[in-house]
């Protein structure tokens, strides 16, 4: 009998390509060809995916200590060099224009020669540049122009990590796996946060601020090696101009017109949802800190600052295996990537709202953490359809996302400021918070699709399996 194979939900979606290879019964299509097209296109094994979830966590951990090593150490490192406010701004505020600018090319490229080369160049890269941050600032004669330099190019390499990731997931992790191991890693970044916080100021008060940037960037090395040494069994990272123009089935799709995708409603619903996601995330992040000693003056700071972090980790746990465990009960991918968003970006805007009129700092701090917490379904939600619309571009699409989701969040912090001063009151941010989650979810819901956009269904083809 004849079965019809169709490409579905429960089907491997980077098996579909814009030219399918042809049958190797046919007289076009040779055998060794089309194993070789089918070996460029492998999935991980589980084990060998676990296996990557757990270092691309660490990975992503230690991203996120080195990231938040300077505004640490920004202190003491502004009293020995004599910063003002403006200047400590200037250093820190530098990495955040260096991280926009590499979103799309790190992306462009992992599609092409595989994120996990540049994740591993990235990671040598910055960790390398964090441990040596001690040693440009002693020896600059000038250290708020060498830390506002090393900051940037900090931004630069860093601004690779999550396009790469996105790749690397589109190409090798099956569409039911994807949640869990996006959501996993990106709690990455909420451990990394709750480390840095806690081990990173002990050390700095008991051996320096020095003592941080070390640590961190020899530790971010070391991964990067072991990750070379096991994983890629010493493959040389390299990337050369022949691999960029040559990068297998990946790079046929780099023809296309990207007008085209860019007229793909469900390819702007992505785009524009995350643009609100991160807007929110960043405003939130920026200034939850100084609603609460705002709010409650005589309030512990380590509270507010650690317990909603601590939520956030299972929460984004759970979000990944939710959203997985439905697809694979045969629920529709899309529908299960929107109901994520709406615990997202729906639910947390009825708790961001209750913070207007709490007046106990226990609820506004159960408040915040929910709201924190339930953020992280994101990872299951807008941040994984986008390697379900466009596998074989994900990382460059990522990279166009995140871009837009870096700059907004940078315009919609600061309007958040001018909002506080001009009106003297929280409530005016927590509703502008609210319509933009509100727009951006609307939008998910209205036109977010799980079909893949990025090739010509007509040129699908469906091929018969006789048993």
């Known amino acids: 009998m004849a ?19 042809p049958p190797a019964d046919q007289p ?37 200590c080195a990231r938040v090593a300077m505004p640490i150490c920004s202190v003491s490192m502004a009293q020995q060099f004599n ?36 994740l591993l160049l990235s990671a040598a890269a910055w960790g390398a540049m964090t441990a040596f941050t001690p040693v440009l600032a002693r020896f600059c004669s000038q250290p708020i122009f060498s830390m506002t330099l090393a900051r940037f190019l900090m931004g630069l390499l860093q601004g690779v990590h999550y396009p790469s990731l996105a790749s690397l997931c589109s190409q090798k992790v099956v569409e039911s796996e994807r949640g869990f191991l996006m959501s996993t890693v990106g709690s990455g970044s909420y451990l990394g946060t709750l480390i840095i916080g806690g081990a990173g100021s002990l050390m700095l008060d008991v051996y320096g601020w020095e003592s941080v940037f070390y640590l961190t960037g020899l530790l971010s090395v070391l991964w990067a090696y072991c990750m070379w040494k096991y994983l890629l069994k010493g493959e040389g990272p390299i990337i050369t101009l022949e691999s960029l123009g040559s990068g297998g089935s990946q790079s046929k799709l780099s023809k296309r017109h990207w007008l085209r995708l860019f007229k793909q409603p469900a390819v702007c619903a992505v785009i524009v949802t995350h643009l609100c996601t991160a807007s929110t995330f960043f405003t939130l992040l920026s200034w939850l800190p100084t609603f609460f000693k705002d709010t409650f003056p005589d309030a512990k700071g380590w509270v507010f600052n650690v317990i909603p972090w601590l939520v956030a980790i299972p929460s984004s746990l759970l979000s990944g295996c939710l959203s997985d465990h439905l697809i694979c009960q045969g629920f529709d991918t899309a529908s299960v990537r929107k109901l994520m ?35 992280t379904f994101s990872h299951s939600g807008v941040s994984v359809n986008v390697q379900d619309l466009a596998p074989s571009c994900a990382g460059a699409l990522f990279g166009v996302m995140n871009t837009c989701g870096a700059f907004s969040g940078v315009l919609m912090v600061y309007f ?29 819901l209205a036109f977010a699709e799980a079909r893949r956009v990025d090739i010509d269904s007509a040129k699908v083809r469906y091929h018969n399996i006789h048993i």
């Open 416 to 444: 958040s400021g001018y909002l506080i001063e001009s009106t003297g009151s929280w409530a005016s941010v927590f509703a502008l918070i609210t319509v933009v989650n509100l727009l951006g979810l609307c939008t998910f």
């Open 3 to 21: 079965i019809i194979q169709k490409h579905g939900k429960n089907s491997c979606p980077d098996l579909v390509c814009s030219k399918d290879p």
């Open 341 to 375: 968003q709406f615990f997202s970006m729906g639910v947390t805007s009825v708790f961001t709202l209750l913070l207007c009129g709490t007046s106990t700092f226990p609820w506004a701090v159960a408040f915040v953490s929910v709201t924190m917490g339930l953020t």
């Open 83 to 118: 910063w003002s406010k403006r200047e400590s701004g200037m250093v820190l505020g530098s990495f955040f224009w260096g991280y926009c600018f590499t979103q799309v090319l790190g992306g462009y490229v992992s599609d092409r020669v595989g994120g996990e080369k540049v």
């Open 28 to 64: 076009g299509g040779p055998s060794g060809a089309q194993r070789k097209w089918v070996e460029h296109n492998a999935n991980w094994s589980r084990p060998l995916a676990r296996i990557w979830t757990v270092v691309l966590l660490f990975g992503t951990c230690l991203l996120y």
